[in-house]
């Protein structure tokens, strides 16, 4: 894994062992940046089930203001911290541990709100209604923001959430990637 394009290009970044997290390859996330070239600069960005934080990191890189990366396991904090670090990106980056099946409280009074968000949770445990249900209740979420989406084939995605709209959906192997834009 590295980041692919942008002043921090060709930075590797650490990856877990073993396969209690899947990291996104860099072909798809490649191909995920290459749909968003011209939304990412200046952006704020919200990296939620951030595992090795390279969605937040890559946008940092090719221009994104800030990213917030959530995620609730200690491997992934530890090892967001580890590339937030390698990547020289304390300045802009910020990693909070939550619980996202909960809730999204940590968000409340989040100033400026994110425009850009980046959704990545473990795949067919049913988690991406709760965590956009979760984000629309945070009033976190700037109108016109896209987010992001990456889910197995087989896990249904909600079609009927007030706030957000699909514009886009792309395969990568046994991959989805859903575009949605906030429209609240």
Request: glycine letters at 6%; proline letters at 5%.
């Amino acid at each position: 894994m590295r980041i692919i394009s942008g002043n921090r290009r060709g930075k590797k970044l650490y990856a877990f062992d073993g396969r209690q997290i899947r990291p996104t390859a860099d072909r798809m996330r490649e191909a995920i940046f290459n749909i968003l070239s011209p939304l990412v600069r200046e952006t704020v960005v919200l990296d939620l089930f951030a595992g090795t934080g390279a969605f937040g990191l890559e946008a940092i890189s090719r221009g994104a203001c800030s990213a917030l990366f959530i995620d609730n396991h200690p491997d992934a904090i530890r090892l967001l911290n580890k590339n937030i670090s390698a990547c020289r990106m304390k300045e802009e980056a910020r990693v909070v541990k939550w619980d996202i099946a909960r809730d999204l409280n940590c968000l409340k009074g989040a100033q400026p709100g994110f425009n850009l968000v980046f959704l990545d949770p473990p795949y067919s445990r049913d988690l991406v209604r709760p965590a956009l249900l979760h984000l629309h209740e945070s009033n976190a979420v700037q109108t016109d923001a896209r987010i992001v989406i990456e889910h197995s084939a087989d896990e249904p995605l909600p079609h009927d959430l007030d706030g957000f709209s699909m514009e886009d959906r792309r395969k990568y192997g046994k991959s989805l990637v859903s575009f949605f834009k906030y429209v609240l």
